[in-house]
Nanobody
Framework: EVQLQASGGGSVQSGGSLRLSCVASGFTFSNYGMSWVRQAPGKAREWVSQIRSGGGGASYTNSVKGRFTISRDNTKNTLYLQMNNLKPEDTAVYYC?????????????????WGQGTEVTVSS
C-alpha cells in the first residue's frame, strides 16, 4: 500500500520557521520526483516546490523563493520542506505528492501519489 505521511505542521508567528517532513512507503521513493502543494482555506490547491528523484532540480513558486527549501533523503524515504520567515499568507494545509521526474512543475494532474496534509497556521 502506497503511503505518504506528512508531518511537522503547526502554529507559528510571522517570521517563524517550520520543517515539514513526508515519509514515503509502498513504492520506490528514489525513483520519483516529489512536490509540495498547499491549499489555503477557500482557495484552490497551489504548487509550492518540486525536487527531482536524485535530489537536484529544486524549483519553487515565486512567493516562497528565498524562504523555503525543499530537500530529500532517499536513504530514509523522506521529503522535507524547510520554511523560514513564514508569513500569514503561507497559512494552508500542505501536501506532499510523488510523480515522475519529467512532470512539469505544478502540473498536479500528473501526480501519481498524494499524502494527507499537515496544517500550517501563521499568525501576524
Amino acid at each position: 500500500e502506497v503511503q505518504l505521511q506528512a508531518s511537522g505542521g503547526g502554529s507559528v508567528q510571522s517570521g517563524g520557521s517550520l520543517r515539514l517532513s513526508c515519509v514515503a512507503s509502498g513504492f520506490t521513493f528514489s525513483n520519483y520526483g516529489m512536490s509540495w502543494v498547499r491549499q489555503a482555506p477557500g482557495k484552490a490547491r497551489e504548487w509550492v516546490s518540486q525536487i527531482r528523484s536524485g535530489g537536484g532540480g529544486a524549483s519553487y513558486t515565486n512567493s516562497v523563493k528565498g524562504r523555503f527549501t525543499i530537500s530529500r533523503d532517499n536513504t530514509k524515504n523522506t521529503l522535507y520542506l524547510q520554511m523560514n520567515n513564514l508569513k500569514p499568507e503561507d497559512t494552508a494545509v500542505y501536501y506532499c505528492a510523488a510523480h515522475w521526474d519529467h512532470v512539469v512543475p505544478g502540473d498536479m494532474n500528473e501526480y501519481d501519489y498524494w499524502g494527507q496534509g499537515t496544517e500550517v497556521t501563521v499568525s501576524s
